[in-house]
């Protein structure tokens, strides 16, 4: 099997780190929506490995530490040297809670996730991020789920919390060496275009807002990161799901499932675009998760983009997506539908 687009790198920013291409996101194996075993864990991470990514990103709110501890475990019986990516901006406190599905995890430990930007906040869940993951120091460290969509009315108090706390507590980790380059992690460009106006990041992980289905964020947000030498990481490539899936069986009939943008059911100007990126897909017999995962990395700030990923087959599927071969006449009919930003960038 051809490998070269997800075995191939790029730096984050100018942190000397470099990811690779295709990242490894490790909420699934946090028990998201559905739950897996420790060893369905462990060979979900250790097939990616053998396929060449060497970028795994987790969070102590993915499965309430149990995404962390798999991981750790596993990269501690692979022995090859990878990059990790975690969070901080939530403690993890005792819950009496017996509900099988919590935030989206399925039978996890009797922890809440509990908001926390504070100094002492981030360098408590950070202390306990390495305990879990079984390292010294963690490559990427990100300030997690910052923004009116997370913390609504909230956000202005919480945003003042991190930078007068946490933001603190992370420059000072990565002047003792504990980190190596810090970042957000955020749902919205527009509170890391904030964060840039404010202080200084290596990077930002972006949930699905440089997709096929929306490129507002190269208009401002990154240009701005090219002229501060911030690096973005994308993830929800596929929207939630309706970029992996697709229309057409639901449109159809033959398929009843929900359709999901931005983990909601699908409006139906969404459902319609995807329908006619669809059309194009088809024209140039290319499955639209293939289009959908190469086409962020086209742009060049994007150093990096995390597919979530459980098992085996996933994890193949995700390699071969990423090096299907798409040539240039997709992308110019895409553009000539105007399905793309003026200003987005295509591969190739």
């Excluded at 997370?150 to 919480?158: I, L, R, S, V």
């Excluded at 690096?231 to 309706?242: E, M």
């Excluded at 994890?315 to 997506?321: D, F, K, M, P, Y």
């Excluded at 299907?324 to 006449?329: G, H, K, N, T």
Aim: hydrophobic fraction near 45%; glycine fraction near 8%.
């Amino acid at each position: 099997m051809v490998q070269s687009k997800s075995m191939s790198f790029r730096a984050l920013g100018a942190s000397g780190i470099n990811l690779s291409l295709l990242g490894f996101g490790a909420a699934p194996i946090g028990n998201l929506y559905q739950p897996l075993n420790d060893e369905q864990a462990q060979t979900a991470v250790l097939s990616a490995i053998r396929s060449g990514i060497r970028y795994f990103d987790t969070a102590p709110h993915y499965g309430f530490g149990l995404s962390e501890t798999r991981l750790g475990h596993a990269l501690k019986v692979s022995g090859e040297p990878v990059v990790i990516s975690s969070k901080v901006g939530r403690v993890l406190v005792p819950t009496n809670s017996t509900a099988s599905v919590r935030h989206g995890f399925a039978d996890a430990p009797p922890l809440e996730p509990v908001f926390d930007y504070t100094y002492d906040g981030v360098m408590r869940s950070f202390e306990a991020s390495l305990t879990r993951l079984q390292v010294e120091q963690i490559d990427i460290l990100l300030a997690h789920d910052l923004g009116p969509l997370t913390h609504g009315a909230d956000h202005p108090e919480k945003f003042r919390e991190f930078m007068d706390g946490g933001f603190l507590a992370m420059n000072k980790l990565k002047s003792e060496g504990l980190v190596k380059a810090i970042g957000l992690g955020a749902n919205e460009w527009q509170i890391c275009d904030a964060a840039l106006k404010h202080g200084d990041f290596d990077g930002f992980l972006l949930a699905g807002r440089y997709t096929l289905l929306e490129q507002t964020a190269c208009e401002t947000f990154l240009p701005l990161c090219a002229r501060r030498n911030a690096s973005v990481i994308l993830g929800g490539p596929f929207n939630s799901g309706i970029l992996a899936t697709g229309v057409k069986a639901a449109l159809s009939g033959s398929s009843k499932a929900t359709l999901y943008y931005n983990y909601e059911p699908a409006s139906q100007s969404i459902v319609e675009q995807v329908a006619q990126l669809e059309v194009v897909c088809e024209q140039f017999a290319i499955p639209l998760a293939a289009a959908a995962l190469q086409f962020p990395a086209a742009h060049p700030q994007i150093c990096s983009v995390l597919a979530g990923l459980a098992n085996h087959d996933q994890v193949e599927r995700a390699v071969q997506l990423m090096n299907s071969e798409i040539p240039a006449e997709f992308w110019d009919v895409l553009r000539e539908r105007n399905l793309l930003h003026p200003a987005a960038l295509t591969p190739g």
